[in-house]
């Protein structure tokens, strides 16, 4: 039996040098590697296909469930001066700014959770965690590009791969690895190739909805002291109308104002942080919508608005083969109404740290890549499904149905009911940022290894065949 | 949340009185009824269909899994008489007696695991709960046919029933309760039921094989000194041979000697307690067999055998259905030869008995029946595939295959690999028979509370309809 830890506190791995490679240096890639080097490894590489880690993305948020794990890791105080913490979510009328509801957020959530709520630019997290991990000796190889990742296994469920994974950069030399972590994001290559030892084709449903990213510095709105307001208090707005909403907070400690603007697809774009659309396609779309929206959109100079379209992913039938594991995106693309893109990405990599560190025997790589998908692939998925569910609820057109959601929502607000908004619904949010999966991961370790084990034993080659043969 | 409790042995249900409606009699049932009196409930009916309970069965085991439960409720002792603590099981080769491998039980299992492994009639064991549960004041009503099953659902998983479920017994109006347990056995008519919602058909893959159970009763055995032996002393034995293998030992503190004898089924039988098939054919079969099983044959005076076929079942999409749930043999009938069949059962009626007396409104009956499939459900059909992959690994023909069986099998009895028979390997064993499944539920149950009641949320009516619209 592996040895035991008692706290996700202070993880020492058993082999340090096991040598993992990470694929992709974006939030995924970098906090796997950030979570490896906190749980004692020394033999990390991550391979980023981009020359240079360049800035995209908008405002994402750091729910307690990530700022847990970053305070864990140690790069949570790096990370305030660019942060703002939220006091609360104020969900409005698209029309008018009439407020439906409103959920509080800091300082209840960090006494609930203990752990805060904060919302960041995209790319001052990338940046915070890229410097932490080249300060902790963590090898970030940009430029490369990962061709190919081999499983080193033949796609039976809980069986032991045959040998260990290998990977090419750049249409080298076939390279290996004692475990391979793909956190290549939502068009990772390696869930395509995961999926079609299943038989299964990488596709995703279109929901209808695309997204324009907009932010706007604060000098702009300089002299606009109704606007001026949104980006220096700490309150985040839900905008909710037929067919769309649009979120909007501060970030960078009140220096930047960030929108995400979702609206029907056009089918013109992509899933994409580099896309963009027309910004007269913007305005129109907004047009019927209140005075304070579009004085804002008023505000932006640039003809091409950032705008990605939205899709729903199914579950995939694995998160990992032979001696490699899917991360962040690359398994879980979410939609991201209820924030937690960045989070659960962390989850994935805290989980991956703690039960690679507890096994003392490189043989249990893949035993223990299957505790990972036991502690994560379920719950990352309800995540998902979450996402979809809210999506529904909050872009309804108006109605009966839209009555009783507001309805439904002004009483949540008020502790009376759950809400159909699951980012502000309190019983969702006690299990979504409740959970501390790093320390459940530890103290289930020991009998998830058992009954591992006792699976793998149950499914190996004989059982295969025989199944095959029956047809099962 | 539900009110905590810390420990499986002083469970007090927060609703003494929820109605609970039992289907069946048999062992599934009565530990039901025994665990749910011993948690604090007070208004327990069990149906069965039988006018009387007849003495049906053979040896079965009583794993370190199954004594723990019993033990707990206070029902262990009244077995004591009659059972037998096994102290090893020995491999023997069919045609020689020579053995093949050993595995160690009694003392060892029981201070590895805390609790003991016994040998009982499955008749002794039904009649021991039978009057403790009617000691206990459950309401045991026989000649009870429960026809059907009104789930009181529409089928959508995770989401609660609309009302509560009803059932009729002979013909009789409908009759409702709080919740339905259905222990009605390999032949479960509400499995039948519940799997068509989902659009599965209740089928059955044949395995080949057939098994006929004997038992000889001490006094016939008196005069043959090497016979006598058998039933004298506290072994297991396990002839494998070609196509077929035979189980036997002492029960009934050794006034009773078990046998059951698996060999290639010719059809003609069926998966059923009471079917027969002539001795003439079971004496061909084992014309080949040592002397030992052959003069053991010779004693069985019965010109018909009680044989049944041996079948697998595939996992079942769904344990639960609105406030019904399938337990035993009702919704994880397995191959006996990891000899769990009992235990399995006896856990089912420990996880029910503590996530139904954990909650504290009767709304949450659904949610706790929820709780309870995650819990028992991947662990029970993990059962079921070991004692399916047990079954490939003890019916090797002679030949390469076998040689190297045999050969794992002697390494396993020295400490030096895993064994192809699970029921006798240690790993497999430390997760089958160390776990404490209800101490478990215990611990697991606030966690599980949370994480049921998000999913719930996320797979509501709305979701759901979205997912159809996209042939999700």
Request: charged share 30%; hydrophobic share 35%.
């Given at each position: 039996m592996p040895a035991k830890s008692t706290s996700a506190d202070n993880l020492k791995a058993n082999i340090p040098d096991l040598q993992i490679v990470i694929v992709g240096a974006g939030i995924g890639g970098l906090v796997a590697g950030i979570g490896f080097n906190r749980a004692g490894f020394t033999n990390i590489v991550i391979h980023e296909s981009a020359k240079e880690i360049a800035e995209v993305g908008a405002g994402i948020q750091i729910s307690p469930n990530l700022s847990r794990l970053l305070r864990r890791w140690g790069v949570l105080e790096d990370l305030r001066g660019y942060a703002v913490a939220l006091e609360k979510n104020s969900i409005r009328r698209y029309e008018n700014d009439a407020e439906i509801g409103s959920s509080p957020f800091m300082p209840q959530v960090e006494q609930q959770f203990g752990a805060p709520l904060w919302v960041v630019h995209r790319a001052d997290l990338q940046m915070v965690l890229l410097k932490a991990a080249r300060k902790a000796g963590i090898n970030v190889q940009t430029g490369h590009h990962v061709d190919v990742v081999d499983f080193g296994s033949d796609g039976t469920p809980n069986v032991s791969p045959v040998r260990r994974p290998r990977y090419k950069v750049n249409n080298g030399e076939w390279l290996d690895a004692d475990v391979i972590i793909c956190a290549d994001g939502i068009k990772s290559h390696t869930r395509r190739d995961m999926m079609k030892i299943y038989?299964?084709?990488?596709?995703?449903?279109?929901?209808?909805?695309?997204?324009?990213?907009?932010?706007?510095?604060?000098?702009?709105?300089?002299?606009?002291?109704?606007?001026?307001?949104?980006?220096?208090?700490?309150?985040?707005?839900r905008w909710i109308g037929p067919g769309g909403h649009i979120m909007v907070y501060p970030i960078r400690n009140h220096q930047l104002f960030n929108m995400?603007?979702?609206?029907?697809?056009?089918?013109?774009?992509?899933?994409?942080?580099?896309?963009?659309?027309?910004?007269?396609?913007?305005?129109?779309?907004?047009?019927?919508?209140?005075p304070t929206v579009r004085a804002l959109l008023d505000l932006v100079e640039d003809d091409e608005i950032p705008e990605w379209q939205l899709k729903i992913h199914r579950p995939l039938v694995s998160w990992i083969e032979g001696n490699v594991a899917l991360m962040g995106d690359a398994c879980h693309p979410t939609l991201p109404y209820v924030a937690q893109g960045a989070a659960q990405a962390a989850e994935d990599a805290a989980v991956l740290a703690v039960v690679?560190?507890?096994?003392?025997?490189?043989?249990?790589?893949?035993?223990?890549?299957?505790?990972?998908?036991?502690?994560?692939?379920?719950?990352?998925?309800?995540?998902?499904?979450?996402?979809?569910?809210?999506?529904?609820?909050?872009?309804?057109?108006?109605?009966?149905?839209?009555?009783?959601?507001?309805?439904?929502?002004?009483?949540?607000?008020?502790?009376?009911?759950?809400?159909?908004?699951?980012?502000?619904?309190?019983?969702?949010?006690?299990?979504?940022?409740g959970v501390d999966i790093q320390q459940q991961a530890v103290d289930r370790f020991e009998h998830l290894y058992r009954q591992t084990l006792a699976k793998k034993q149950v499914h190996s080659e004989a059982r295969r065949n025989f199944l095959q043969e029956r047809n099962f």
């Open positions: 038989g299964q084709t990488d596709h995703a449903e279109n929901t209808g909805d695309a997204a324009y990213r907009v932010t706007i510095p604060r000098e702009k709105l300089l002299g606009r002291p109704e606007l001026l307001k949104l980006v220096d208090e700490s309150v985040s707005y995400v603007l979702l609206h029907p697809d056009r089918c013109d774009t992509e899933e994409s942080w580099t896309a963009t659309g027309p910004k007269s396609n913007m305005t129109k779309f907004y047009s019927s919508w209140s690679l560190s507890l096994i003392n025997d490189k043989a249990d790589i893949h035993t223990a890549l299957l505790i990972y998908s036991e502690l994560r692939k379920s719950r990352g998925e309800t995540v998902v499904a979450s996402a979809s569910k809210t999506r529904d609820a909050l872009h309804l057109p108006d109605g009966p149905e839209q009555i009783r959601r507001d309805e439904a929502i002004g009483k949540a607000s008020r502790g009376e009911s759950n809400s159909p908004d699951l980012w502000g619904d309190r019983l969702f949010q006690a299990w979504m940022w």
